[in-house]
């Protein structure tokens, strides 16, 4: 079976030759024209997916597949300057992207790439005009402190499974 991600805005299909579908629900509609101007406006930096075909009949959009969520086995060694340098090219494109946590930074062969702007605003202009003033995060940079946290998180849960042999009671007596 053809493996999926359903959320509210959307469902994400994997389909062959490492493309990805993008479909969104009927209610957001709105979302899918936000997400392609900004995949547009970031895709000559080499730090988004690459735009590969719009549906708009069917709500969707054909993405090239661009890796997995970052964790601390694929986690490039120079994760926190790549994501410096995004953020970066935000601010001088002056883009907020709103929504930025674990789901939307992927890494294929060292290399971090974002994705989902459909919440993304560009400060002061009209692409932003239609959207809801609620965000998830006000501040795009809490997530260098946010990705350095949960990969502490995951390695130290690594170690503690490694060094008791994979017995959980183990694990959770040192823990408690
Ligand atoms: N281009 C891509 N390459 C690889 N995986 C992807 C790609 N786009 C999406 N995914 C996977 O699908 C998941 C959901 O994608 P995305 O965040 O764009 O949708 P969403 O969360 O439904 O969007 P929204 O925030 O609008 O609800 C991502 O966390 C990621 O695992
Ligand atoms: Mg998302």
Not at 9 to 33: A, G, M, P, Q, R
Not at 109 to 128: G, L, Q, T, W, Y
């Amino acid at each position: 079976m053809l493996k999926k991600i359903k959320s509210d805005t959307s469902t994400v299909f994997f389909l062959d030759k490492n493309i990805v579908k993008k479909v969104y629900s009927k209610k957001n509609f709105k979302k899918l024209e936000h997400e392609i101007y900004f995949l547009n406006k970031l895709y000559k930096y080499n730090i988004v997916p690459k735009l590969l075909k719009i549906d708009y009949k069917n709500r969707s959009i054909y993405l090239e597949n661009i890796g997995e969520r970052i964790n601390s086995k694929n986690a490039p060694r120079d994760w926190k300057e790549q994501l410096i340098k995004i953020l970066d090219i935000f601010k001088n494109e002056r883009i907020q992207h709103r929504d930025l946590k674990i789901d939307e930074i992927l890494v294929c062969k060292s290399k971090i790439k974002i994705i989902d702007f459909a919440e993304s605003k560009v400060i002061n202009s009209e692409i932003s005009n239609n959207l809801s003033t609620k965000s998830r995060f006000s501040d795009d940079r809490h997530i260098i402190e946010f990705v350095d946290f949960f990969l502490n998180a995951l390695l130290q849960c690594y170690f503690l499974i490694t060094r008791t042999e994979y017995n959980i009671n183990n694990v959770l007596m040192s823990v408690l």
